[in-house]
């Protein structure tokens, strides 16, 4: 794939002042029962080649689905078309990167897609009887995931890697019905449950057959509570919703294309503005953000990002309620923030890729 990869950017080179090709190819298995009887069975594949190009400053994109050469050569073609019908802009260069190199893929210890369906399949009965048996759930729900994605990667700056990050997981959740009224409680989390950045060893570690009755149990005890007192108050935010606290209010606002309203139509805007870098407060003077595009298991790590940075360690995001900084591409950023190695902010949180 690296070789064809080679031939299509050498092919747009001869026509632009930079070109790219990116190959991926996702394969996405997601099982679910619903009350003991199978609800979910989805196996699916996706496989595409991406070209863009970049001529007198203006970019052109075109793509094409599978690996064929001459499908792709055409994607070339397109590509380079879409540039030169824009009219040339005033840009300033690319910001500058070392040309990524190389093989990564994060570790997994059971393949996910080798392991037979069956003994998926058994375990999600086991969990989901568990969650029937003596807690008077009228719904119960147990669910699986895998996700494989391998991106190759080859530009006319030298870069040319290839990267492979893998996902598992699953959860759980019964619904009690009493008096009118409805109450879910779902492990590990809501959303489709804890999934990380790892193999089939994550699922078997989150022992659902063994949790299912506690998440029963506290799904009747859930619909029986009093009504929870309104008055001000502290209060403490258990770890799953921390995190999906931070990626909603901190990960998404600092994205630098909501930040330029490019975003508005599609999934939102933000509260931060353009001259927001190192003035805009969001929090407590003691609270500090960072994204940290390395965290194992995260679902937002890798070693490198679309357009072939390399993944770096810790970095602030938000510092002393002050954003410093936004994930965006390689275009030289507006003055004032900085340009981060991670293309999501936070990362870590094992249960937010629904939103990245």
């Known amino acids: ?76 073609r397109r590509a380079v078309d879409v540039a030169r019908s824009q009219s040339a802009s005033a840009a300033g260069e690319l910001a500058p990167e070392p040309p990524a190199r190389g093989s990564w893929a994060n570790p997994v210890e059971i393949d996910p897609f080798t392991v037979a369906l069956e003994d998926k399949l058994s375990l999600l009965e086991a969990a989901d009887t568990a969650l029937r048996d003596g807690t008077g759930a009228q719904l119960t729900l147990a669910s699986y995931e895998a996700l494989r994605t391998r991106t190759t990667f080859v530009s006319s700056e030298g870069a040319a890697c290839d990267q492979t990050v893998t996902e598992c997981g699953g959860g759980l959740s019964a619904v009690v019905l009493e008096r009118g009224e409805s109450q879910v409680r779902s492990f590990p989390s809501a959303h489709g449950g804890a999934v990380a950045q790892a193999g089939y060893e994550h699922f078997l570690a989150l022992d659902l057959v063994g949790r299912a009755p506690g998440v029963g149990a506290e799904a009747q005890a859930l619909i029986r509570a009093p009504a929870c007192p309104s008055r001000r108050t502290t209060l403490i935010l258990a770890g799953d919703q921390l995190g999906l606290q931070i990626h ?36 407590s003077a003691e609270v500090g953000f960072t994204a940290d595009a390395t965290t194992p298991g995260g679902l937002g790590s890798y070693r490198w990002t679309t357009r072939a940075w390399r993944a770096s360690g810790s970095r602030s995001c ?7 900084s936004c994930p965006h591409g390689r275009r030289r950023p507006r003055s004032g923030w900085t340009v981060p190695a991670a293309a999501h902010a936070p990362t870590g949180s094992l249960a937010s890729r629904s939103c990245a």
């Open 1 to 76: 794939m690296r070789d064809l990869l080679l031939d299509l950017v050498d092919a747009a080179a001869r026509h632009s002042d930079y070109a790219e090709a990116r190959h991926v190819e996702r394969r996405l298995e997601r099982l679910a029962t619903r009350n003991g009887l199978l609800d979910q069975l989805d196996d699916t594949r996706s496989e595409g080649i991406g070209i863009r190009v970049r001529i007198g400053g203006v970019w052109g994109f075109a793509c094409s689905r599978g690996h064929d050469r001459d499908g792709a050569e055409a994607a070339v």
């Open 248 to 283: 909603e209010s901190i990960g998404h606002a600092v994205e630098l294309d909501r930040v330029l309203g490019r975003e508005t139509s599609y999934a939102g805007g933000s509260f931060v503005t353009p001259d927001a870098a190192g003035s805009l407060r969001i929090g």
């Open 318 to 324: 938000a510092r002393a309620c002050s954003p410093v």
